[in-house]
């Protein structure tokens, strides 16, 4: 149940714009009270009929539009309307990009609708606007290191770690970062010592089959097809690396590389030449489940008399802990939006 007063207010707004529809700051009002109560609906049409009555002209500031789009883009965040939301806070910069906010909110959406390299870059100017944006550091850095780009994503983290030394989740980030760049460094050295191991022994089945694994694990997908194909001409239809094989091709296919597929027949042969045992994932990673830290004002608290977009429980993101250049595994995660800057209107 809303606040009396609050609830009070509203029926007054409505009564007041009943008798005299062309007042602005009773609009303002109106909206600015539904959107305290959550009606985000109701409030996204009101802060747009406000921006139309006062807009080219109506005496309202280029800085007050854009915050009225940013609390739109809010709303509408809130009904999980993202191209809308999108819309409104592209808006917002548009008319006066110096809210930070709106451009942190603003990657954060992006984040959630699949283009975090745009989300990058809003990130990237939200900082450029206000150095002091924790939040915009954190969303960067974890952005790019969900993004496989150890390098930069790990720069962001110590910048992050600078300003909030006891950053758990920034912590766990930066371990992973460290564990991850040895285990890649492991990884080049096993590459090169199989690769050497099949150069001495071309029929060495179970040195070429640990070598595709190597590479699979790698990226490497095209070199690790080639490998797969090559034993399964000195083994043909062996079942174990036929299942490889097509995994490999499957991920090719993915992206569009997918190489010819082979003819596959079954057989019973065991390895010859080398090793009698594969492991079905080379240096399988485990993933940790995490969740996303909750974002909120720019100094990493909710700012005060707004809201939060796509609250409720939040999803755990999966970061990879294992081997392979670049092999985080991500899952969606929505991030909270900080809140907004109110324009000081009153009836």
């Known amino acids: 149940?809303?606040?009396?007063?609050?609830?009070?207010?509203?029926?007054?707004?409505?009564?007041?714009?009943?008798?005299?529809?062309?007042?602005?700051?009773?609009?303002?009002?109106?909206?600015?009270?539904?959107?305290?109560?959550?009606?985000?609906?109701?409030?996204?049409?009101?802060?747009?009929?406000?921006?139309?009555?006062?807009?080219?002209?109506?005496?309202?500031?280029?800085?007050?539009?854009?915050?009225?789009?940013?609390?739109?883009?809010?709303?509408?965040?809130?009904?999980?309307?993202?191209?809308?939301?999108?819309?409104?806070?592209?808006?917002?910069?548009?008319?006066?990009?110096?809210?930070?906010?709106?451009?942190?909110?603003?990657?954060?959406?992006?984040?959630?609708?699949?283009?975090?390299?745009?989300?990058?870059?809003?990130?990237?100017?939200?900082i450029s606007l206000n150095k002091d944006n924790v939040n915009a550091h954190r969303n960067l850095a974890f952005t790019l290191v969900e993004e496989g780009d150890l390098e930069e994503g790990g720069e962001w983290l110590k910048k992050v770690l600078a300003m909030m030394p006891d950053d758990e989740e920034a912590q766990m980030y930066m371990a992973d970062i460290d564990r991850m760049i040895n285990e890649n460094e492991k990884l080049s050295r096993d590459i090169e010592e199989a690769r050497k191991v099949v150069s001495e022994n071309e029929t060495n089945l179970g040195a070429r089959a640990k070598l595709a694994q190597l590479l699979r694990a790698d990226d490497q997908l095209e070199e690790s097809a080639k490998e797969f194909e090559k034993c399964l001409e000195q083994q043909p239809g062996h079942p174990k690396l036929t299942v490889m094989l097509e995994g490999v091709q499957r991920e090719l296919g993915l992206r569009g590389l997918s190489p010819p597929k082979l003819e596959i027949t079954t057989s019973g042969n065991s390895l010859a030449n080398g090793s009698s045992k594969f492991f079905d994932e080379a240096n399988s990673p485990t993933g940790r489940e995490r969740s996303h830290s909750s974002m909120g004002g720019g100094n990493g608290e909710e700012a005060k008399g707004g809201f939060s977009m796509f609250g409720g429980k939040k999803k755990g993101r999966t970061l990879s802990t294992g081997v392979g250049k670049d092999t985080l595994k991500k899952k969606s995660s929505a991030r909270k939006m900080s809140s907004p800057a109110k324009v000081g209107v009153s009836g």
Not at 21 to 37: C, D, I, R, S, V
């Open 1 to 126: 149940m809303e606040p009396p007063n609050l609830v009070g207010a509203v029926e007054q707004y409505k009564e007041a714009l009943v008798l005299n529809g062309e007042h602005p700051e009773t609009m303002f009002n109106l909206a600015n009270a539904l959107m305290q109560m959550e009606e985000w609906g109701e409030a996204c049409a009101t802060f747009e009929m406000y921006v139309e009555m006062t807009g080219e002209g109506g005496g309202i500031t280029p800085e007050e539009e854009a915050l009225i789009y940013y609390n739109v883009g809010g709303c509408y965040g809130k009904m999980d309307q993202n191209e809308r939301s999108k819309e409104a806070l592209e808006k917002s910069i548009a008319v006066h990009g110096s809210n930070d906010q709106a451009y942190l909110n603003l990657g954060n959406l992006l984040v959630t609708m699949k283009d975090s390299d745009t989300a990058i870059d809003m990130y990237k100017q939200a």
